[in-house]
C-alpha cells in the first residue's frame, strides 16, 4: 500500500520561510518522479514544482520560481520543499504526488501523477 505523508505545513507572516516534507512507503521512491501541487479554497488543484527520479532536472511554476525549491532524498524516501519569501497568495493545501515509475523527466499536469498525499496546509498572513 503507498502512503505519501505531508508534513511541515503551518501558519506564517508574509516574508517567512517553510519547508515542506514527504515522506513516502510502499513504493520504490527512487524510481519516480516527484511533485507537489497545492489547492487554494475555491480555486482548482494547480502544479507547484517537480523533480525526477537523478534528481538532475527540476520545475517550477512561474509563480514559485526563484522562491521554493524542490529536492529529495532517496535514501530516506522523502521529497522537500522549501518555500521562501512566502506570499498570501501562496495559502492552500499542499499535496505532494508520485509520478510513473519511470521517472527520467518531470511532470507538471496531476493526471500524469499515480499516487496522492492528503495535504498539508500552509496559510500565509499579510
Known amino acids: 500500500q503507498v502512503q505519501l505523508v505531508e508534513s511541515g505545513g503551518g501558519l506564517v507572516q508574509a516574508g517567512d520561510s517553510l519547508r515542506l516534507s514527504c515522506a513516502a512507503s510502499g513504493l520504490t521512491f527512487s524510481r519516480h518522479a516527484m511533485g507537489w501541487f497545492r489547492q487554494a479554497p475555491g480555486k482548482e488543484r494547480e502544479f507547484v514544482a517537480a523533480?525526477?527520479?537523478?534528481?538532475?532536472?527540476?520545475y517550477y511554476t512561474n509563480s514559485v520560481r526563484g522562491r521554493f525549491t524542490i529536492s529529495r532524498n532517496n535514501a530516506q524516501n522523502t521529497v522537500y520543499l522549501q518555500m521562501n519569501s512566502l506570499k498570501p497568495e501562496d495559502t492552500a493545501v499542499y499535496h505532494c504526488a508520485a509520478g510513473p515509475s519511470d521517472g527520467i523527466i518531470t511532470y507538471s499536469r496531476h493526471n500524469e501523477y499515480v499516487y496522492w498525499g492528503q495535504g498539508t496546509t500552509v496559510t500565509v498572513s499579510s
Open positions: 523533480i525526477n527520479r537523478e534528481k538532475s532536472l527540476t
